[in-house]
């Protein structure tokens, strides 16, 4: 939906298609299955459909996402020359709606021991409107304190998730965020904003939640994460009892109950 609720956030054929053909597909679909409450609600009120055939289907993270120790980790952190432990970890494509440049601007307040201590690493695909980003995280990279990996292959992102001292989410706009899901179930704490579904996947303390735009926030929260180790220790554990909350059998249940849905 976010072609729909920020449409400047993507490339302007792209959400005039959508905007186009979705409506139409519509007319055909008896009953529809959303990831997140958020999106339902979203979606009934952008189409007028009446919430009784909008059935939530949350999703769930792989079970490769799981915690792992330095020796397990290290085969993937070396190919980079990261250490355990030893850096904040960001992952999504690097378009406006993922706030990645208000996380760049808490990163370059820190304390500057504390950065190329613990060094920003960020992955995923350049995005759209990325130049400025890439550009910063280019500068960063030269300063030290970043690292851009660009895009990462499936089989290395649970030992990348694994190895974090903190996953960073600033996000302001979601249909679910699985990333979110991923670093708690990998033993990650997780610092992300209260954006659109973000606080239905981190639940009451699974994760930081902070206000959408507050640099401060961010900042603070950051800094505790990155020099409070008893911190750590208990958002992990909120983490990892949150991610088994979700499991593909339940996501299989409830998309059962949709196609019956569709058969009465």
Known sequence: MSMFSWPECHPAARVRRMQKELPKIMKRV?????????TRQEVAVYFNWPLRRIVVAP????????????????PVLSRWELHFGRYSLFVS????RKNIGMLLDVYERMPHALRLRMPLVVVGFEGWKSEDTIARLRAGERAG???YLGFVDEASLPALYAGARVFLYPSRY???GLPVLEAMAAG????????ASLPEVAGVDGAVLIAVDDAEAL???LMRALEDDVWCAEARCRGLKRAAEFSWDKTVAATLIAYKLAGQ
Do not use: K
Request: with cysteine.
């Open 93 to 96: 494509s690097l378009d406006p």
């Open 219 to 221: 900042y603070e929260a």
């Open 145 to 147: 304190w970043a690292r």
């Open 188 to 195: 990650t704490p997780v610092i992300c904003s209260n954006a």
């Open 174 to 176: 979601e249909g679910f």
């Open 30 to 38: 008896q009953v529809l299955v959303t990831d997140s409450e958020f």
């Open 59 to 74: 999703l769930a993270a792989s079970s490769d996402y799981r915690p792992m120790d330095i020796i397990e980790v290290a």
